[in-house]
Every structure is written in structure tokens, then in C-alpha cells.
């Protein structure tokens, strides 16, 4: 079974810098689909950025341009570098590893989903 763990979580200042891991062992990798995704207080969770088993990446809009998803198949591990911060990029990150892509968009409903990490950006 799928058991994602994310690390990477702090507080930074707004303009600074994270990167986000998730690792998953004891599956093969790079037959999976995943995402990150963020749920802030008193709000739904949301999709951030997704990445396919052969690396194509898709962002939402509020973060196009500042967060970059990647993957690692020999560390299975997926990465979220998120660059200038915000105060509205506040919430927890949860990764979901093995959503089902259709048509472009990505259903975590059938992936597995991490324990999250929290980020802060303040001053």
C-alpha cells in the first residue's frame, strides 16, 4: 500500500523560497500519476500542480510561473519548488500519488493521499 510522506514545510517569509518532497516507497514509481495539492483554513483543498507518469506538468493559475513540480523515479520522490511566496499560499500540502489523469485533468479520488505539511508565509 501507498504511503505517502511529505516534508518540506516551514515558515518563510513572503518572497522566499520551499521545496516540498513527498516520498513513497514500496511501489513502482513511475507508473504513477500524482499532485500536490493545499487546503488553507476555512477552505476547500485545492489542486496545485500535477505531473504525469511521463512528466507532463500542469499548474493552477495562481501559482503558474512560481512553483515547479518534478519527480524523482529512482528516489520516488515528487518535489514541489515554490518560489516568491505569499501570504495566500498559506495552507497545508498534501500529495495524492496515483490519481487517474483523463482527458488532462487529474482525479485523485483513486490515489493515495500524504499526511501533509504545513507552510506558512509571513512576516
Known amino acids: 500500500q501507498v504511503m505517502p510522506v511529505e516534508s518540506g514545510g516551514g515558515l518563510v517569509q513572503p518572497g522566499g523560497s520551499l521545496r516540498l518532497s513527498c516520498a513513497a516507497s514500496g511501489i513502482f514509481f513511475s507508473e504513477y500519476a500524482m499532485g500536490w495539492y493545499r487546503q488553507a483554513p476555512g477552505r476547500p483543498r485545492e489542486l496545485v500542480a500535477t505531473v504525469t507518469q511521463g512528466g507532463r506538468t500542469r499548474y493552477v493559475d495562481s501559482v503558474e510561473g512560481r512553483f515547479r513540480i518534478s519527480r524523482d523515479n529512482d528516489r520516488n520522490t515528487v518535489f514541489l519548488q515554490m518560489n516568491n511566496l505569499q501570504p495566500e499560499d498559506t495552507a497545508v500540502y498534501y500529495c495524492?500519488?496515483?490519481?487517474?489523469?483523463?482527458?488532462?485533468?487529474?482525479?485523485?479520488?483513486?490515489?493515495?493521499w500524504g499526511q501533509g505539511t504545513k507552510v506558512t508565509v509571513s512576516s
Open positions: 495524492n500519488i496515483g490519481g487517474r489523469y483523463l482527458s488532462g485533468t487529474y482525479y485523485p479520488e483513486s490515489g493515495t
